[in-house]
Structure formats: structure tokens, C-alpha cells
């Protein structure tokens, strides 16, 4: 039979409780083999001299172009996550 993993997700903050989460995703994967990947995320920050950007708003142009689709932007985050 295959083991169950063959990579593992960790999410890290680099603090007490995700090193522990990491320590058991390392023995997870050193017994079955897999590869473990470290997913640290950090906020969005400005850049320097760049305009405030809004991570919920869409361009106009985009807003049309999913308007006129009749696709929501839920819709495309749902249908790549499967």
C-alpha cells in the first residue's frame, strides 16, 4: 500500500505553537516519506510611492467583464479549489 502523503503543507508564524505543528509535521513526513513544505504569509504592505490598493475591489473594467460573464468572483476561487 502507498503512504497516505506524499507532501505536507505546514503553515509557520515562527512562534511557539507553529515550530510544534512543524516538529510533528517533520515526523510525519520523515515516516511516511513525504515532502513537507513551509507556507509562511506575510500582510501586504505598501509599496513606496505606490497608491493604496484594495484587495476586495475590483477594476471597473473587471467588474464588467464579471458582470457581463455572470461570474462571480466566489464562483472562480471555488472552482480552482477543487
Do not use: W, Y
Not at 520523515?30 to 505606490?50: I, K, N, Q, R
Not at 497608491?51 to 480552482?80: A, W
Amino acid at each position: 500500500m502507498a503512504d497516505p502523503f506524499r507532501v505536507i503543507l505546514c503553515p509557520i508564524q515562527f512562534d511557539d505553537p507553529s515550530l510544534l505543528a512543524l516538529g510533528f509535521a517533520k515526523r510525519i513526513a520523515e515516516d511516511s516519506g513525504a515532502t513537507p513544505h513551509l507556507l509562511h504569509v506575510v500582510p501586504m504592505l505598501p509599496a513606496l510611492g505606490e497608491p493604496e490598493v484594495s484587495t476586495t475591489m475590483h477594476s471597473p473594467e473587471e467588474e464588467n467583464r464579471l458582470r457581463s460573464s455572470g461570474t462571480s468572483p466566489m464562483s472562480i476561487l471555488s472552482k480552482h479549489s477543487r
